[in-house]
């Protein structure tokens, strides 16, 4: 699930920021030096100020979550009426510009791993999927840590659909009950990574979940503090009705190095957790829109409700029902 190939370039003088977008025609190079570039305000900032800059920026357009089936999602003005930051992402002298989002993501997969043994959600997603964007996926989500097991149910489409996970647990399979007609198949188990499994979906259910996302986020932080080349931003957002911090990363030139051109993460700024992610690559045309590859949106989350062997237990009646 993605994310934060960040950066920045300005260097010790009064470089002027400069953002250069290449067509999708263009051949996507790799970069070997670290080239930085501080996001400051909507005011060009001097490189002293990037590094002193406040570690909470004014607002930022944001686009509304696809498919979101009604979320309520705002980045904030820096106003008296927004959340203060909770989260120290202020950029230390000398240090490359991801590091602050490196160790938010190090620490928050470090909190979820100590103190939230499980939880419940509404996940709404959105895939592209051999170059076309599927449509908008809700569904139930539940997940416990030790052993990780997943359970899902989904909401729209194939209303009722079900599968489970647990590690260790059914010869290392999935177990499915279809909706609709194929209901009257009954459980199947499935490969998880096999091609029934995967029908429809970017990921398997082995990589679901806020803290496989967080740990993949590190992951590629981690590489990206090696080179990199983007506009990191910071503002206060809100995520149906939750305070949330956005910290969204920009490469402005198509690289090997990347992922992608374009990454947001929201932060819950309780739960410290990631609860909406999105990621888009570069327009295909200059001038044009980026494109959305990925987009996970967590709602109505509940942590540390006690789940049990039993509820990820497929003979349990009040699951695959």
């Not at 059914?170 to 995967?198: E, T």
């Not at 398997?204 to 090696?226: M, R, S």
């Not at 911090?245 to 932060?267: C, D, G, S």
Request: net charge neutral; proline share 8%.
């Amino acid at each position: 699930m993605s994310v934060y190939s960040l950066t920045t370039l300005a260097r010790t003088g009064t470089l002027p920021l400069v953002v250069c977008f290449m067509a999708a025609t263009c051949v996507a190079q790799q970069i070997t030096q670290p080239v930085y570039r501080v996001a400051g305000t909507a005011q060009q900032a001097s490189p002293q100020a990037a590094v002193n800059r406040s570690p909470l920026t004014p607002a930022v357009a944001i686009e509304p979550f696809y498919g979101s089936n009604g979320i309520d999602a705002q980045v904030l003005p820096a106003s008296a009426n927004a959340p203060a930051c909770p989260f120290d992402l202020e950029q230390r002298p000398g240090e490359h510009p991801l590091m602050p989002c490196l160790r938010l993501a190090q620490q928050a997969a470090n909190d979820i791993r100590t103190s939230v043994s499980d939880y419940s959600a509404t996940l709404t997603k959105v895939e592209r999927l051999n170059g076309k964007l599927g449509d908008p996926q809700q569904l139930e989500i539940r997940i416990r840590h030790q052993p990780f097991s997943v359970y899902t149910r989904f909401i729209s489409p194939n209303q009722g659909q079900e599968a489970l996970y647990v590690a260790n647990e059914n010869n290392g399979k999935l177990v499915a009950l279809g909706a609709g007609w194929k209901r009257n198949f009954g459980k199947v188990k499935l490969d998880p990574d096999g091609s029934m499994a995967m029908d429809g979906q970017r990921y398997p259910i082995t990589k679901a979940g806020i803290l496989n996302l967080t740990e993949e986020l590190v992951e590629i932080a981690e590489a990206d503090t090696k080179y990199a080349e983007c506009t990191v931003t910071h503002a206060s957002a809100r995520i149906a009705g939750r305070d949330a911090t956005m910290i969204e990363a920009i490469h402005p030139v198509p690289r090997k190095n990347f992922r992608f051109h374009k990454a947001q993460i929201f932060i819950d700024n309780e739960f410290r957790m990631p609860i909406a992610y999105r990621a888009y690559t570069w327009p295909t045309q200059p001038g044009g829109e980026p494109l959305l590859e990925e987009q996970y949106v967590y709602t109505n989350l509940k942590i540390n409700n006690g789940f049990t062997d039993a509820d990820f237990n497929p003979e349990n009646p009040n699951i695959f029902r």
